[in-house]
């Protein structure tokens, strides 16, 4: 018997549950496992007081403003991006997420681990030669790298991912510099500097920022420009925070080396054909020095289950709280 029969949860991807965490939602509520499009939503979000989504579906205002019995939505993620937060919060919604959970996302690694693949990949040419050897050609004189070791490493944003990525450099014996607004401890092997020596002096740069006002279009045409020439510019962040416009122009004149993104700023588009419409991901498919993932960072069998399982106990505190 579920604690809260009478409040109705909408799982949208339950795809994404394993067993032990659906069992879980059930013993909370009455749930519904519905691979829900924006259809879906538009249609039925009225019937449910809880919605558990994760990033599939932007929810907007067009949705909220049919949700009449909404009073959670349920977000296994630290970024609420795809969420109109505004809105919620004037409907008297409550947006449950890992924002804040410092203590717990210490020990989920996946996006950082994410990213220094992402660098691997972009310096040792990895994916273009798998594909060479899929394509029956074996020659390794076309995809000579460069090495780690000795290189810069600049991390901006020094929080618990900006953190473990240091120590991935630390171990490919790399210099390491860092940039955050807080005074934060650190390891002998972080120097703390400024943003523009950070940004002259890196060969290699990763973005940890979330996407708030104050970082939106954070490397903007200026930023970029005080780059080192051939550095490599790795995000696995959010889309939002790079004028991508730019970021383009300098992997096209060859002032960039390289850049490897898990993040698109039109990812929360509605326009089916945003990713088709793409600049980059057509520059992508021509050149090898630019990677992109499609928002994987978090999407390890590990984390999902430990994310989904501390989310929905984290449901159950407010529901009973209520």
Same mark, same amino acid.
């Given at each position: ?145 460069? %090495?780690?070791?000795?290189?810069? @490493?600049?991390?901006?944003?020094? /929080?618990?991912?900006? *953190?473990?990525?240091? =120590?991935?450099? #630390? ?113 992508? %498919?021509?050149?090898?020095?630019? @990677?992109?993932?499609?928002?994987? /960072?978090?999407?390890? *069998?590990?984390?999902? =289950?430990?994310? #989904? ?14």
């Amino acid at each position: 018997m579920a604690l809260y029969p009478n409040i109705k949860i909408l799982n949208t991807e339950p795809g994404r549950l394993s067993d032990s965490a659906k069992n879980a939602l059930k013993t909370l509520a009455s749930v519904e496992n519905v691979e829900a499009d924006r259809e879906y939503l538009l249609e039925h979000i009225n019937q449910y007081d809880v919605l558990f989504i994760c990033m599939k579906n932007v929810i907007d205002e067009k949705i909220l403003d049919r949700a009449a019995k909404l009073k959670y939505i349920v977000t296994p993620t630290t970024g609420t991006d795809h969420i109109d937060v505004a809105k919620a919060e004037k409907l008297g919604i409550k947006i449950i997420s890992l924002k804040g959970e410092t203590a717990f996302l210490e020990n989920v690694t996946a996006t950082a681990e994410l990213a220094w693949g992402l660098l691997l990949s972009l310096c040792r040419n990895i994916p273009a030669a798998n594909k060479s050897v899929t394509d029956g050609i074996w020659n390794r004189d076309l995809f000579y790298g460069r %090495e780690l070791k000795n290189k810069t @490493l600049g991390i901006v944003g020094y /929080g618990r991912l900006g *953190k473990m990525v240091a =120590e991935y450099g #630390n171990a490919f014996r790399m210099n390491i510099v860092a940039h955050d607004n807080k005074t934060l401890p650190a390891p002998p092997y972080v120097k703390f500097v400024d943003m523009d020596e950070l940004l002259r002096v890196s060969d290699v740069i990763s973005v940890h920022l979330p996407l708030e006002e104050s970082t939106k279009l954070f490397f903007d045409r200026e930023k970029f420009g005080k780059m080192k020439n051939g550095a490599i510019f790795i995000n696995t962040s959010r889309g939002g925070i790079v004028d991508e416009a730019v970021l383009l122009e300098l992997l096209i004149s060859g002032k960039l080396l390289g850049a490897a993104i898990d993040v698109m700023a039109e990812e929360t588009s509605l326009a089916p054909d945003w990713l088709t419409k793409s600049k980059l991901r057509e520059y992508a %498919e021509k050149n090898r020095n630019l @990677l992109i993932t499609p928002h994987i /960072g978090g999407a390890t *069998k590990e984390s999902v =289950e430990d994310t #989904n399982m501390f989310i929905i106990q984290k449901l159950e505190k407010h529901l009973g709280a209520q």
